[in-house]
């Protein structure tokens, strides 16, 4: 069982029906004593009026912007990371740069949502955060968990946009993020994974040509120093698994399979809508967007830090 609390700036608009807009409080309104002269029609200067008509002019046609679709970015917790708090505030900072509309979804253990439910109203950003009371020993299993909270608060609201996995270790390209609005039914890209003490990258990620998948390596592209050398690679028509944060999808792929050509005979989704998600995926790469095309460059950085800090650093702390 989930329960979330959210914050929506006073500019945005509710994502649910009924729910009351938060608005600010006017304080100081004057009100004149003296009643205001009506203009008289002599002194309406006509030369004006004739400039707001023609901009008004209805049959002008310059192109209309597109509405963007929402972003739908899910991130999980850990109640064991020390780095959490500033990890989040370093992904909130990115989200803040993304073009709305955007909801961030934070899923956390209820213990230890207090803290982290401060932080999230000072972003700014539009924001959920979703709790639950289960306990668990496996820190996988837990990641889940939290990834099915958040999928089912998705489908019972039947919030429409792209969802996306962000892990707080991430590192965005922020045009990603417009690339990601453009996915119709699924998108996948490379994720460069870097290590804090290591002088490698190691690549995640689809083997692709123009937009279309057209394999996925069979192990990882390992890149040492400069050189750009891949390792010896096989090539296979489906993926093992796909990275947490390389792939995104259309929310109603949750509740409207028929409208992407998927049976409505399906099992019942509801306890593992993440495993689902994944499992469809591989199944429709006719559907599967690749970005960018060709793969040809990475826009998004998984950094591995370390979460045990070495003891002779907590001495030389301790001693100051």
Partial sequence: MGFFTGFAPTSTASLFPGQLISYRHIQNLGISAEPVKPVEPASLNRSL?????????PTDTTPKEEPRNLLIVITTTRSDDMFQEAFLT????SLRLVPPPLLWIVVQAHSEASATADMLRKTGIMYRHL??????TDAEAEADH???VALGHIEHHRLTGI???AGISNIYDPQLFEEIRRIEVFGTWPVAMVSANRKRVVVDGPSCNSSKVVGWPVGNLNYEGTSTAPASLGMASKPARINISGFAFNSSVLWDPERWGRPTSMPDTSQDSFKFVQEVMVEDENKLKC??????EIMLWHLHIPRVIPLPFRQKQNKR
Wanted: glycine share 0%; hydrophobic share 35%; aromatic share 10%.
């Fill in 163 to 165: 969802v996306h996995f």
């Fill in 146 to 148: 939290q990834r099915n």
């Fill in 291 to 296: 970005i960018p095309p060709d793969s040809s």
């Fill in 90 to 93: 370093r992904l909130a900072q």
């Fill in 131 to 136: 709790t639950f009371k289960e306990n668990f």
């Fill in 49 to 57: 009026m004739a400039k707001i008509s023609t901009a008004r002019d």
